[in-house]
């Protein structure tokens, strides 16, 4: 679905074809555009859901010999991956570990990212002259963000475009009083979509379901000796 399609959605959803929708430029659009890049930021930024339509490799760049090596991510980044890898001299991937800071090695490589605008992923221990690795390149598989819609033809980054249509007309209607008395049956069917969408992004590919994930506490005197 393209941005243009998008707004043709949104205005049946909220008028149906009683109104032309709007045109690409004009005040009204690039509010319900402006809506639309809201909606994709809020979705993909949940923390209790990584969405797999975000997966991407990206380079950190060239790897030089340093003491101290590190490496600016891309500013879309949401989440990253346990690994990151090099691909080095010989055409070969060597994968490390990403760590959290505090609990980063001091005897052998990881990585791991710190800081904020951007966030930057350190090496644990120098990165010598003559290591296969150096002019190599660095990547960083994880989550991040697609771009923002800003033109006509832009498609919809969405599992659903349907839901991103649905989430602006119940929030556009929320606000106006000409549509107010629709904007529960739209939340309602934007919150469908969404629990379909969840669903696509939880299930597994055919006989390898994902795993589900268990958190343990230790129950108080329970202990054995």
Known sequence: MTVS???TQVSYALRG?????PTFGEEEATYWVALLNRKKNEL???????WDATWEVKSLGTISASATPSFNCDATLIAPSDQVYAVDVNSNKV????????????????????????Q??????EIQSDEDIVTGTLYLPG????ADVSASDDDVPLPDPYWGVLAVA??????????????GDLQAKANNLYTQMLR????????????IPHNHYRIRGTEVN
């Not at 074809?17 to 929708?21: F, G, H, L, N, P």
């Not at 119940?170 to 904007?183: C, G, L, P």
């Open 5 to 7: 399609d998008f707004l």
């Open 17 to 21: 074809i009683d109104e032309e929708s």
């Open 44 to 50: 993909y930024t949940n923390a209790r859901v990584l």
């Open 95 to 118: 994968y490390y570990d990403l760590t959290r800071p505090k609990e980063r090695s001091s005897t052998k490589r990881e990585f791991y990212l710190a800081g904020l605008n951007p």
């Open 120 to 125: 930057v992923l350190y090496c644990t221990n």
């Open 143 to 146: 989550y991040y963000m697609p």
């Open 170 to 183: 119940s929030e556009v209607a929320f606000s106006d009083i000409v549509y107010e008395d629709k904007a």
């Open 200 to 211: 696509n992004n939880r299930r597994g590919t055919y006989e390898n379901p994902k795993t």
